[in-house]
């Protein structure tokens, strides 16, 4: 039987999973990166991880009964098989995300809100500074 402890560490993995996601969905929303965005799709999987993580350990906790005279412990086990599946349907959506931004011609990508060129001049001013 899991320890009560397990399910609080499943909810700090839920918490983390979601500030993830939200961070790097304001990322790529701001820069345009398939990078940030594929990373945003990846977190989703560590969502879905650690919710069904939690289920898990919720459903492992149940005392044994007539039905399970053993317990419910091996249901932790689903829950790294459906992990598995989810990396597997990750890493397809993003290897397919990816194909369709190489497929199509090299344009000019529009300006992003934040100028991303901003730090980069800043720092050469810094580094060089005009000789006048």
Not at 25 to 47: K, P, Q
Not at 91 to 117: D, G, M, W, Y
Request: hydrophobic letters at 50%.
């Amino acid at each position: 039987m899991p320890s009560p402890q397990l399910k609080h560490y499943a909810w700090l993995s839920i918490a983390a999973a979601l500030a993830t996601i939200l961070l790097k969905g304001v990322a790529w929303r701001l820069t345009g990166s398939v990078g940030l965005l594929s990373d945003a799709i990846e977190s989703f999987v560590n969502l879905a991880g650690a919710l069904m993580a939690l289920w898990m350990l919720t459903l492992a906790s149940r005392p044994a009964d007539d039905s399970y005279a053993h317990g419910h412990g091996k249901a932790e086990y689903f829950s790294s098989a459906f992990e598995g599946f989810l990396i597997f349907l990750a890493a397809f959506s993003i290897a397919l995300t990816s194909t369709k931004h190489c497929s199509k011609a090299v344009q000019e990508r529009p300006e992003t809100p934040i100028n991303t060129r901003f730090p980069a001049i800043f720092t050469s001013n810094a580094v060089f500074p005009d000789p006048l």
